[in-house]
């Protein structure tokens, strides 16, 4: 099998998209698929020497600047195309890269597919463009129709689209590395690393964009009861557009760590005791995931696809998504019962083990095979 991924984002952009399309193609070349990926610029050479990845000049996306939009030379990637020849294409975006992608698909005949990452219609209020959602679900609806499967992260996600008049919906649900993500990551060098002399961590990893709901997160910090206040560390991990408001209005118990990665975001993990998320609009949410895998029980928002990550009272708690009142009820329930924190932090493990990321790349690569296998049955009927 020979595939051709088309994304509007990758690494070392920090997003889920971007995460879960590198591990794809570490897969990929563990188990000697052909693959190529079309994907924008980035500010360094960190795939200066993979003849698999093939960059395009792009410029900051509005929206996020540390995204980008990319300018696809067209007549050299329908070149690249035609010189590896797929036999599936995989679109990830709707945007630029991905519009190229779907072009040429449609132009060569090429079997294709799509993936759903993100909840536009949620992230539009955020960013105050709710009039422009008719539109916006018009163009999705017409992008996605020559698909011959559309993968989405969850339950809640097919939902929703189901409801939008999409079709061909598929579950292609996301994993996690229980090696890099572990409780055995535990290390006092965090402590020690930003000075913290209180008794609880809690922590929060994420874009810092508005449609992760950072209010409330900003509520929650400065409304715990004083005795919580004053035996807490906050260590918020993340960058974005939102930074420079969300930093303006901070208690002093709160530390700003910037992007993460590796062993040091795995130390940060499995060093807290509470991971506190309150994004709702999240199709699946890698975060928490990554924190169970960890030890650490999640407090998060009952919304999204959330819901089917964290268990209700058995590795974390659910609340309302835009109550500061529920979230503190919860982070003084899992304090003041060091047992029961110890206990969900225990099925969050157990939970986390049964889903890695070769069982869910194997199944997606099953699914690619039936497409390619359904096209080539219709080419000889």
């Known amino acids: 099998m020979k595939l051709a991924l088309f994304t509007d984002t990758y690494y070392p952009e920090v997003n889920g998209v971007s995460k879960t399309l590198g591990r794809l193609t570490s897969y990929m070349e563990r188990h000697s698929i052909e693959y190529k990926l079309f994907a924008p610029d980035s500010n360094n050479d960190v795939d200066l020497f993979s003849s698999n990845i093939h960059r395009f000049a792009s410029t900051k996306f509005f929206l996020y600047p540390e995204c980008r939009m990319a300018l696809p030379k067209l007549g050299l990637l329908r070149k690249q195309l035609q010189g590896f020849n797929p036999d599936l294409l995989h679109i990830a975006t709707p ?3 991905g519009l190229s992608g779907l072009h040429y698909g449609k132009k060569l005949s090429i079997p294709m597919v799509a993936s759903y ?3 536009f219609d949620s992230y539009l209020n955020h960013y105050h463009l709710e009039w422009s959602a008719p539109f916006i679900w018009k163009y999705l609806l017409w992008f996605h129709q020559p698909f ?3 993968f989405v992260p ?3 996600t097919l939902d929703r689209l189901q409801e939008k008049g999409f079709d061909q919906l598929k579950l292609w ?3 996690v590395d229980c090696t890099q993500f572990s409780p ?3 290390s006092n060098a965090v402590r020690e690393r930003y000075a913290i002399k209180e008794k609880y961590i809690f922590l929060f990893v994420s874009r810092l964009a508005p449609e992760k709901n950072l209010e409330t997160l900003r509520k929650i910090m400065w409304k715990l009861p ?3 206040k004053d035996h807490s560390r906050w260590l918020v991990v993340g960058d974005g557009p939102s930074l420079p408001k969300f930093r303006e209005n901070l208690p002093d118990n709160v530390t700003l760590t910037g992007y993460k990665h590796g062993e040091e975001l795995s130390e940060l993990y499995a060093s807290a005791d509470l991971f506190v998320f309150p994004s709702a609009t999240e ?3 890698n975060v928490a995931l990554e924190s169970l895998a960890s030890g650490t029980p999640v407090i998060a928002a009952n919304a999204g696809g959330l819901i089917e990550v964290v268990s209700h009272n058995r590795n974390g708690v659910l609340c309302s998504p835009y109550s500061e009142a529920d979230y503190i009820r919860s982070i003084e329930r899992l304090l003041e019962d060091p047992t029961e924190r110890l206990m969900m932090g225990y099925e969050g493990r157990r939970y986390a083990l049964i889903q890695s990321w070769d069982a869910i790349f194997g199944r997606l690569v099953e699914d690619y095979e039936t497409v390619i296998g359904n096209k080539k049955v219709a080419q000889y009927a």
């Open 95 to 97: 945007f630029n890269i």
């Open 117 to 119: 990452h993100t909840n």
């Open 148 to 150: 011959s499967s559309i």
């Open 154 to 156: 969850s339950k809640d």
């Open 173 to 175: 649900k996301r994993g």
């Open 184 to 186: 055995s990551k535990k």
């Open 226 to 228: 004083q005795g919580i």
């Open 283 to 285: 199709t699946f949410g």
